[in-house]
């Protein structure tokens, strides 16, 4: 049997190992469906063994395969230990800087980028907005800018800003039903992909009975519903303060939930020159926002 050599060989592996199916390996690799087949099966007649049999709804490895990926993946491990290091050796603040933030946050970060750009030009950004959290371990991306009440013990960075949260709803829905109890009114739910969110907790905590008018599975889909008059949503004070057709229920932040903005990277990049330059800039001009971020900016109670 041919050992395979080839580091791009077994990441093909690892991909078809981990997603279970050709197209979910093409997604990964950034490569077509067409091309992960003629490349696993080249890799297969090359080692001359059947890393994964092949079913209607996708692919299972056999124990070769199994072997094969295990070792792959402990090969990725080290490759992406040497590529941090070797990043974090880096002296000028100049190449590539891939940030990760969510839906929400992505609207703060915009409005101070430009002024990031003419101070250090050299650097280029890369912003990935999604609500799962990347793998910064796996460069994933390199920095990544999230709320969250802990981050992970693998990651380095700083607390930039609390997030306060209050309760929303539209002119009209305020206007018609205001005056109600809290768990009398209808509210605007999360879905079970949120389940483990902050507001998801205080909600099962404390309106336990409440009538749930609709679901979603995003903050800007939770604002959206509240603006067009479903019920009441508690939200992210950021958030909700920057509609103009919503208002808070009363006039305060609720004191709990609270969750903090955190500016994040892995030990191994801190001290590169492009990512140190990026968190100093960062991390000052969402301080510059902690006002909205932390609910002192609330508009005009109905």
């Given amino acids: 049997m041919h050992i395979p050599s080839d580091w791009n060989d077994l990441r093909v592996v690892l991909a078809v190992f981990r997603e279970g199916s050709l197209s979910g390996a093409a997604r990964a690799l950034g490569v077509r469906h067409s091309t992960v087949f003629r490349r696993l099966d080249a890799i297969e007649k090359k080692m001359g063994v059947r890393l ?3 079913f209607r709804d996708g692919y299972a490895p056999t124990p070769a395969g199994e072997t094969a990926a295990a070792s792959a993946a402990r090969l990725e ?6 590529e941090r290091k070797l990043s974090g050796q880096d002296l000028k603040p ?3 800087v891939r940030v990760t933030t969510t839906d929400t946050l992505s609207a703060i970060l915009m409005r101070h ?3 990031m750009r003419v101070s250090h030009p050299e650097i280029r950004l890369e912003i990935v907005t999604s609500n799962t959290v990347a793998d910064l371990t796996r460069r994933e991306a390199d920095v990544a800018i999230r709320p969250t009440p802990a981050p992970s013990d693998l990651l380095v960075g700083r607390r930039v800003a609390d997030i306060a949260h209050a309760v929303y709803g539209s002119d009209a829905y305020l206007t018609g ?7 009398a009114h209808d509210w605007i739910g999360l879905d079970d992909t949120l389940a483990s969110t902050v507001i998801a907790r205080w909600m099962r905590e404390n309106i336990r009975m409440a009538r749930i008018s609709c679901r979603v599975d995003a903050l800007p889909a939770l604002r959206d519903a509240a603006d067009a008059g ?14 103009p057709g919503l208002r808070r229920f009363a006039a305060k932040a609720l004191s709990e939930p609270r969750s903090a903005v955190w500016l994040l990277t892995h030990d191994d990049l801190k001290h590169t020159a492009r990512i140190r330059a990026f968190m100093d800039f960062i991390a000052k001009a ?9 609910g002192r900016r609330p508009r005009a109670l109905r």
Avoid: Q
């Fill in 230 to 243: 479903f019920g009441l949503a508690v939200l992210p004070c950021y958030v909700g303060d920057s509609a």
């Fill in 177 to 183: 039903y205001g005056d109600k109890d809290l768990s």
């Fill in 77 to 82: 491990d080290e490759v992406l230990t040497l």
């Fill in 113 to 115: 980028l430009v002024s």
């Fill in 286 to 294: 969402l301080a510059s926002e902690r006002n909205l971020l932390e």
């Fill in 94 to 96: 100049a190449g590539t």
């Fill in 52 to 54: 994964f049999e092949r």
